[in-house]
């Protein structure tokens, strides 16, 4: 086990005012704190999904450990191999190498925080995300940006069978 001590000395208060927002609907982001603002101990955003939206196709990060908490709604998590269904108050890690996705549930909306640990640069990625859907970027730009942002995607048969 690593120790990891975040290297920070003030307090990260982000009101919801202020937050960035990425992306329109079916999914909306709110950019909270990069790695950079809490000394690498995290990064964290809210996702708020439409009914049955995508959120994130199958990936995984080879450094950090990944946290839905579900504010509102339901929705849809690969963890693994494994589809499960998270409801508002319910938690999930995803540990590091372990492929993951989440989506709002079919007839359901969804509201999640978002808790990347160690902390990745990722307000970035999600900026990259909204260019590739404004059609100012190619689709396949995502491929050559992912080690920066170690979002490493991937094709899983559990989570493309579970609308079927």
Do not use: C
């Not at 359901?108 to 260019?131: C, K, M, N, W």
């Amino acid at each position: 086990m690593s120790l990891f001590v975040p290297d920070f000395d003030e307090t990260v208060i982000v009101r919801e005012a202020d937050a960035e927002v990425v992306g329109r609907a079916p999914v909306t982001g709110r950019l909270l704190a990069d790695s950079s603002s809490t000394g690498g101990a995290l990064s964290t955003q809210r996702i708020t999904m439409k009914d049955g939206a995508n959120g994130a196709l199958p990936h995984h990060h080879e450094r950090s450990a990944e946290m839905f908490y579900v504010l509102d709604g339901a929705a849809e998590f690969l963890s693994g191999e494994q589809v499960i269904t998270g409801e508002a108050g319910d938690l999930i890690v995803v540990p590091p190498r372990m492929p993951h996705a989440f989506a709002a549930v079919p007839g359901s909306d969804a509201d999640l925080l978002i808790v990347i640990t160690p902390g990745v640069e990722r307000f970035a990625y999600f900026r990259h995300l909204q260019r590739i859907a404004l059609g100012e970027l190619a689709p396949e730009s995502i491929l050559e940006v992912q080690e920066r942002y170690d979002n490493h995607f991937l094709s899983s048969p559990a989570w493309d069978g579970r609308r079927r």
